[in-house]
């Protein structure tokens, strides 16, 4: 999340802040990339428990 977020949303906040003349806007890219984030990082999550390098945590009552 925090990468898509740094590595997405900021240039994406950014151009588009420009492209208006108002970098007021910037904001407007973080929760882009924090969804382009969360994206990938499920997806990167789905992949590794298909493959069983997922740690499997007891949950004690």
Do not use: C, T, Y
Not at 6 to 11: E, K, N, R, V
Not at 15 to 33: R, T
Not at 42 to 49: E, F, I, P, Q, R
């Amino acid at each position: 999340m925090v990468v898509g977020m740094s590595a997405f949303g900021l240039p994406i906040g950014v151009a588009f802040g420009m492209s208006i003349g108002n970098l007021g806007m910037l904001g407007i890219g973080l929760p882009i990339g924090m969804a382009i984030g969360i994206g990938v990082g499920s997806s990167l999550d789905n992949k590794a428990k298909l493959a069983g390098r997922q740690l499997a945590f007891e949950v004690k009552s």
